[in-house]
């Protein structure tokens, strides 16, 4: 039996964790659950999986969940040490990360220091300290699995490979929901535009990353430090109907893809149960109802973002924490109706522009780098500062 934390219960990979978990009880066991501001959820996420352990994000909401609580309680934590508890509870063997954002970095590095193996969906926890990230997963000899979809899919296109038979590495992009507007069309997207995407329901920040294609970048970055594979070697390929969810090309020329309906339960459960494979509620595929399947390249010049991930990891240290910032608070303004969409690119350059890149050798100092990050980026847009 596994047993489970879920750090960010409440999100959209939280519930389809939860989903893969009601589908094979006798698999699973949730130890510890971790929400941000979503009570309602929580409570009935308690109710149905009585976790013994559960932390959300500050004192108050701790205060307003124990009031709503009837019968028996967990225990209820709040605040990064909350989150740091219940990812190295005791009990627990595999930690599901799914916050969204930088803020999942430490509760996640935790848990690997506590030897728990992860399930990896909060990608950011790559992009801002890869390196550190896998120098403690290789030191504490726990398993990483990745949840995102393309790295499930690249993950699944290397089962039994060596790694000097690689020569590339192709992930997959829907395009999001602007994939045939024009450069001016952008410059007015709203944000209900940015958030109606064809293919994946999700959160919204990461909704608005695919819309600008920074979703992509972030996994180029991500693909580099999970596969220990240089960003030259990683290619983007648009494919509009998410039905490849990404591929391997060897050097014979042989090409390893996975395939499926665009459901992340898939790669949840991969994840959860590998080397096994479980039902995990996805629809089977049939190919003969589609019309057909397509792959381009990227337009990097209506979607830049893509572009200065590619630079932020050519530029490495510091750069790649730096840039995941800025676009956190771009993407924040951007839904707060503050900016535009083409200013979500154009701040994180200028904040990218700002900064000389430096050896981050801490999660502290990774820290320090997401601070002077945001702060910048708030600068640049003109946005108080908290
Ligand atoms: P979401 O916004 O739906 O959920 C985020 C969860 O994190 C919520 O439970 C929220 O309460 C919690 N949270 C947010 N900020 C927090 C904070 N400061 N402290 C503590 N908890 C906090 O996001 P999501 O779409 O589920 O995405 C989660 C992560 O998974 C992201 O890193 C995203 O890039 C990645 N991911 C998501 C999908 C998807 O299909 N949704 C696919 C691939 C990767
Ligand atoms: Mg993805």
């Not at 509870?89 to 728990?116: H, N, R, S």
């Not at 096994?276 to 397509?294: E, F, H, M, W, Y």
């Not at 924490?321 to 200028?350: H, P, Q, T, W, Y």
Request: with cysteine.
């Amino acid at each position: 039996m596994k047993k489970l934390t879920i750090l960010g219960s409440t999100g959209s990979i939280g519930v389809s964790t939860l989903d893969v978990v009601s589908a094979q009880p006798d698999m699973f066991k949730v130890v510890a659950l971790t929400a941000g501001s979503n009570m309602e959820l929580l409570k009935e996420q308690i109710e149905k999986y009585s976790p013994e352990v559960v932390s959300v994000l500050n004192e108050h909401k701790a205060r307003t969940l124990k009031k709503m609580l009837t019968g028996k309680k967990p225990e209820i934590l709040h605040g990064v040490a909350g989150m740091i508890a219940a990812a190295t509870a005791a009990e627990t063997t595999m930690v599901v990360a799914a916050i969204v954002g930088a803020a999942g970095l430490v509760p996640t590095a935790a848990a690997i220091m506590a030897g728990k193996d992860v399930a990896l969906a909060n990608k950011e926890t790559l992009v801002t300290a890869g390196h550190l990230v896998m120098n403690m997963v290789r030191e504490k000899g726990v398993k990483l699995y990745p949840v995102d979809s393309e790295h499930c899919a690249v993950f699944q296109s290397m089962v039994g490979h060596r790694d000097q038979d690689i020569s590339r590495v192709i992930l997959t992009a829907s395009g999001g929901p602007f994939l045939n507007w024009s450069r001016d069309r952008l410059a007015n997207a709203t944000v209900t535009d940015a958030l109606n995407h064809p293919n994946w329901s999700m959160g919204r920040k990461i909704t608005v990353d695919s819309a600008t294609m920074m979703n992509k970048g972030l996994e180029v970055i991500e693909a580099r430090w999970l596969f220990d594979i240089p960003v030259s070697r990683i290619d983007v390929n648009v494919h509009p109907q998410s039905i490849i969810h990404s591929m391997v090309e060897y050097v014979d020329g042989s090409v390893m893809a996975q395939l499926g309906v665009p459901d992340m339960k898939g790669p949840i459960a991969y994840a959860l149960t590998y080397p096994a494979r479980i039902p995990s509620g996805v629809k089977p595929l049939d190919l003969t109802t589609l019309s057909g399947l397509t792959f381009f390249n990227p337009d990097l010049d209506r979607f830049p973002a893509l572009r200065l991930a590619y630079q932020a990891s050519e530029s490495g240290e510091s750069m790649p924490a730096v840039m995941n910032a800025a676009n956190e608070i771009a993407v924040d303004a951007f839904l707060g109706g503050r900016i535009g969409f083409m200013a979500i690119a154009e701040s994180i350059e200028k904040v990218m522009n700002l900064h000389t890149p430096h050896a981050l050798n801490s999660i502290e100092e990774v820290l320090e780098a997401d601070l002077w990050g945001r702060r910048t980026a708030r600068e640049v847009l003109g946005v108080p500062q908290p």
